[in-house]
């Protein structure tokens, strides 16, 4: 690594091998490196360690060797890795497991107050969030009362209210029609964040990201060709299972791929 990279680097794993008890290796000396302002899309198929990842990022499971370094530094110990879920803002699949709070605001302004933010400072940074994500008047609402879509916008804006360095999106648009995803994508698109989307969604993974992994054998690797299959269009990762959710997209590249 070159010193303009180590200096740009925000996640770096190295040589990382993983199992869960009684099972096989999900990674045997996996390496990957997240860079500054970088955005990219992870795609594979179930179980094959994509939310693993994110969690051993996190510090919610420990790899059996390797190393993790997040901002420059080697993370190993649990009071580190608190500081970390500072700076890096995860987004659980199930927007259930994220949400606690009885109402969204509450919800929203808790990383603030985490962060040592007072109360009044913490219900502004919330609020603000909540506007930013087009959820005005969503501050006294019954957060296990909100649809699927809501509660994941929510989620979103209690990551976001905590200000954080790097984003970790896992499936953010499962469970989401087709309006609510392309709020999503424009909300995304417009943040100044470094990031890494786990989706099956191809469309959404093409829209949002400038870069697309795939997670193969316990190894993260790119793909350059691209892949025809039963769609009639080509892409990277055309191999892998995952699906395409706009119509508009699909016409495009049916229309290119045909030649008409």
Known sequence: ??????KNTLIHLRDISFSYPGGEPVFQGLSFRLLEG????????NGSGKTTLFHI???????SSGSVEIFGEIIEEERQFQKVRQKIGLLFQDPD???????????????PLNQGRTPKEAVEIARHTLAKLGLEGFEDRVTYKLSGGEKRLVSLAAVLAMEP????LDEPTTGLDMDTTRRLISILNNLDLSYIFISHNMDFITQTTYKVYGMLDGQIV??????????????????LPHTHSYV???AVHNHETKGE
């Open 248 to 250: 508009e997209y699909l």
């Open 97 to 111: 497991d994220q949400l606690f709070s009885p109402t969204v605001l509450e919800d929203v302004a808790f990383g």
């Open 165 to 168: 360095r790097v984003l970790l």
């Open 57 to 63: 990022i996190m510090g919610l499971l420990k790899p």
């Open 1 to 6: 690594m070159d010193r303009m990279d180590s």
């Open 38 to 45: 970088e955005r990219l899309g992870l795609i594979g198929p």
């Open 222 to 239: 790119t793909e350059e060709e691209a892949i025809p299959h039963t769609h009639e269009h080509v892409h990277g990762f055309g191999r």
